[in-house]
């Protein structure tokens, strides 16, 4: 589980976001990243009873990204993030597929899976298994748990024109015209500080295993 003195770590520094104030509180830092860590431990041998792509044995350090933020080409130029961010890939710790992530946040902690803004061969293979299996995916997204979990799968952003090779006419052009392919559901701070939280988190994946594996598809 995640500890409360985590959240509270977390909700002080999105308060005092510098460097002065981080440095002085180094060691909350340091007690928060290792219940992420341990946490993330207990999420992956959940997760791999869900979803055998997902290797329990990786080490969940290399699954835990990063506070410090590249600010070289932002605007925003505080220099931490205000949350921990857990990617768990299906293919090692290799980038670019679907997978699953894990946002530990005070009061907007969320559960993700499915594929973000793939690129552009990624995108054309995903449309054109749409395009040859849409009826698969619309009984995943479709399902009654599925939106009552994550909501409406269509409502993500779109092209706003018809994609390259489709007819605007397609009974699926609004599946077609998707950037990306994800579904998220919020977690509360009291959840993710259940002692079975990484079981609940795994549960609520369980609904996106079929989509991942529909996306995984696609691609291979």
């Given amino acids: ?30 007690r928060a990243r290792e219940n992420v860590i341990e946490f993330t431990g207990q999420l992956l041998t959940e997760m791999h009873k869900i979803d055998p792509g997902i290797d329990e044995a990786l080490d969940p350090k290399k699954c835990v990204m990063r506070i410090y ?21 299906t293919t090692g710790l290799r980038p670019g597929g679907a997978e699953y992530y894990l946002q530990v946040q005070p009061d907007n902690s969320f559960i993700g899976g499915g594929y973000w803004t793939p690129d552009a061969s990624h995108l054309k293979a995903i449309r054109q298994e749409i395009d040859y299996n849409a009826h698969d995916l619309k009984k995943i997204i479709d399902d009654k748990e599925f939106i009552r979990l994550f909501g409406d799968f269509r ?17 699926n052009i609004d599946l077609l015209k998707l950037k990306s392919f994800v579904a998220w559901h919020k977690i509360t701070d009291k959840d993710i500080c259940k002692k079975d939280a990484a079981k609940q988190i795994a549960d609520v994946c369980s609904h996106i295993y079929p989509l991942n594996v529909f996306l995984r598809n696609a691609l291979a």
Wanted: cysteine-free; hydrophobic content about 30%.
């Fill in 1 to 30: 589980m995640i500890h409360q003195e985590s959240l509270e770590f977390l909700k002080d520094l999105a308060a005092n976001n510098n460097r002065e104030w981080f440095l002085d509180n180094k060691e909350r830092y340091d």
């Fill in 69 to 89: 933020r590249d600010i070289r080409f932002s605007k925003n130029k505080t220099p931490y993030k205000n949350n921990f961010g857990i990617s768990l890939p």
């Fill in 155 to 171: 409502k993500q952003e779109q092209l706003k024109t018809v994609p390259q090779g489709y007819a605007a006419d397609n009974e």
